[in-house]
């Protein structure tokens, strides 16, 4: 394996950790009153503020285009208005399933039609070790559909939308910084109006630290420092690599949820596990 292919998986293991932890803490929002528009503002807005300067003083990535503007709308709001949104009726592990376990077969087949990017024999089985990995940790914690399933198709449409995005983003040929300001700043500019004239709002009814806790995590580790590992990792290894690697999230997001929020630890837990890091890792071969 080449250098730069090694890097681009310790840039995934480290964006896998990140957004684990965004799986467990958007569920903990969603049992606040933080609404997904609240954890959207929260996202886009403390980003905002910490990228304007190197955006005015460092690189003035265009913002007011087409692409940008449908990178935006997959990515950005789209993603995190659905996304947040869906844990107010669906639980963490939930999300660890559906936000990424499914997201290599999205980006897989995106990448197909968009890249013209056809599959190897390898990675073929990859995914079909992640597939059977996924429906284990599905087994795990996907038991309560009759009350969780408008969240579980939320969570089904930001994966899809993630995939999208990922794909347009080689496509178009942007690099790391262009795509973390560009979507981060131009998102803020279209959502923070729309938001503070027009969308419910829950912020005010939650104590301070946890609106500090959530904008540090969200606007900060996921949308700047997630990101950049993410595109990273896409400049190195590649969608459907990537997408593969990205497999993991539900196993180190379901641990999590077992250990912070007291969800129950099963064998199918552990089988999902070891199915979706030995997927991830014949990906690599």
Not at 69 to 88: D, K, N, Q, R
Not at 239 to 249: H, I
Request: charged residues 5%; proline residues 5%.
């Amino acid at each position: 394996m080449s250098s730069s292919f090694r890097s681009g998986y310790l840039y995934a293991a480290a964006c896998v950790l990140i957004w684990s932890g965004f799986v467990l803490l958007s569920r903990v929002a969603g049992t606040s009153a933080l609404n997904g528009f609240d954890m959207t503002a929260l996202r886009f807005g403390t980003a905002a503020v910490l990228l304007l300067p190197l955006w005015l003083f460092w690189k003035r990535v265009p913002l007011f285009n087409l692409r940008m503007a449908v990178l935006v709308a997959t990515g950005g709001i789209g993603y995190s208005v659905v996304a947040y949104s869906s844990f107010h009726s669906a639980p963490a592990a939930h999300g660890a399933v559906l936000l990424s376990g499914i997201l290599p077969f999205f980006v897989a087949v995106l990448a197909w039609r968009l890249l013209d990017q056809p599959l190897s024999p390898n990675l073929k089985s990859a995914l079909l070790v992640i597939a059977f990995g996924v429906s284990a940790l599905a087994m795990h914690s996907l038991h309560d559909l009759a009350t969780s399933w408008p969240g579980d198709l939320m969570m089904i449409t930001a994966s899809l939308l993630w995939g999208l995005y990922t794909v347009l983003v080689k496509k178009w040929g942007y690099s790391p910084w262009e795509t973390t300001l560009g979507v981060a700043l131009l998102s803020a500019l279209i959502y923070l109006p729309i938001y503070a004239l027009l969308l419910p709002k829950g912020i005010t009814l939650v104590p301070l630290s946890a609106i500090i806790m959530q904008a540090f995590y969200q606007g900060f580790l996921v949308v700047i420092v997630a990101m950049m590992l993410y595109m990273q990792a896409l400049a190195r290894l590649g969608p459907t690599q990537l997408g593969a690697a990205m497999a993991t999230v539900p196993a180190v997001a379901g641990i999590g949820a077992t250990l912070a929020l007291g969800e129950p630890f099963t064998a199918w837990l552990l089988a999902g596990l070891i199915l979706t890091s030995m997927g991830a890792w014949m990906s690599t071969r």
